[in-house]
């Protein structure tokens, strides 16, 4: 749905004012402005950072403070202490936090990043295809969204475990030891799928989507009793993302420069990104049929249960979960609610 073209152009005229205007720091446009903790990293959270770059969360009257990671699981320390509210974090690592006694759930996915994370061979690696990857190394994650990718991407093509050697390391790491030729291959996310193909000299072997693996997403989990006192916020952070991606419908170039820019990267290699990953359709998470829907026994419900089976057989966590309530549909509600109310 496109945004109507006045509130559209006040919107780019707020980026177009200056990187100054926007590293100025938050101001609220409405009395009153409900503080909230956003936990995010450098990934591809489109509306996110839209809404961090043009204010949009001020606007709609909250008091934002943002706290980056490196990636998903350092996030589970902060929920369990209180120091974020909200979390845009992986599918996995919100498994393994409720595991660790993080009592949270999903308000939204973000973003059906299947196409944003896969797998890349190393330059003179000899690998051609997944089938390749038997006696080679393979850096990645433990614990993250990527760690479940590689393991299911083995499992289709029938590599044991033992047929690999597995090197758990970050991101950073990994682009490190490809360029040196240290590991073989590497299975990771956006950004740095781009990294490694540009300065690696890494080649894409295959995208977790093109494998037909999409549970490991990520998702914007909510502290279970920060949302029960501060409903009307979570809700208003929602209500930013829908004004976030209304700005990214009429203009994907903002959400380019600002992906690139958060990221470090070329912005060509943001564009590619976002032509295999773009941003979510929010109103989509409350329709049952769609498979990222919010609704309850609906896929990506069912997906997530074989999560947790498949984190205790990588023993990522000890023990079994209760996901049977971890997703909360009616806060996007409201905010569509909110939304169309305001038009």
């Known amino acids: 749905m496109r945004c109507r073209p006045a509130i559209a152009m006040l919107l780019i005229l707020l980026l177009l004012a ?3 205007a926007v590293r100025a720091g938050p101001r609220s446009t409405v009395r009153g402005a409900l503080p909230i903790s956003i936990g995010f990293q450098s990934n591809t959270d489109w509306l996110l950072l839209v809404a961090r770059d043009l204010h949009l969360f001020e606007r709609v009257g909250l008091r934002p403070n943002f706290v980056k990671f490196v990636a998903g699981p350092p996030m589970i320390a902060a929920a369990r202490e209180k120091r974020i509210d909200v979390a845009s974090i992986g599918s996995v690592p919100f498994i393994g936090g409720l595991s660790q006694g ?3 759930v999903v308000v939204g996915i973000n973003p059906e990043n299947a196409y944003g994370e896969g797998l890349v061979a190393g330059d003179g690696s000899g690998i051609a295809t997944v089938a390749d990857l038997a ?9 993250s969204t990527a760690h479940f990718g590689l393991m299911m991407a083995l499992r289709q093509l029938g590599i044991r475990r033992d047929q690999v050697e597995l090197l758990g390391m970050t991101p950073a790491e990994q682009l490190s030891a490809l360029a040196g030729k240290r590991i073989d291959a590497a299975m990771v996310w956006e950004p ?5 193909v ?4 890494g ?8 494998m037909g693996i999409y549970t490991s997403v990520s998702v914007y989990a909510a502290r279970r009793e920060w949302l029960g006192s501060n409903r009307e916020a979570a809700v208003r952070f929602l209500r930013a993302l829908l004004l976030a991606s209304e700005v990214m419908q009429e203009n994907p170039e903002i959400g380019i420069r600002s992906l690139a820019r958060e990221m470090g990267i070329k912005e060509e290699w943001a564009e590619a990104i976002y032509e295999s990953s773009p941003p979510p359709d929010l109103s989509l998470w409350v329709d049952s049929r769609y498979r990222y829907s919010l609704v309850k026994n609906a896929e990506f419900h069912r997906r997530l249960s074989y999560l947790v089976t498949f984190l205790l057989e990588e023993e990522v966590i000890a023990e079994e979960v209760d996901v049977r309530n971890i ?4 806060v996007i509600g409201e905010a569509l609610q909110a939304r169309e109310a305001g038009r």
Do not use: P, Y
């Not at 997703?327 to 009616?330: A, Q």
């Open 18 to 20: 200056g990187q100054e």
């Open 327 to 330: 997703l909360d549909v009616s």
């Open 102 to 104: 993080v009592d949270w």
């Open 203 to 210: 080649r894409l072997i295959v995208t977790e989507g093109a």
């Open 192 to 196: 740095w799928l781009q990294k490694m």
């Open 135 to 143: 006696g080679k190394r393979i850096g990645f994650f433990r614990g």
């Open 198 to 201: 540009h300065e690696a000299k």
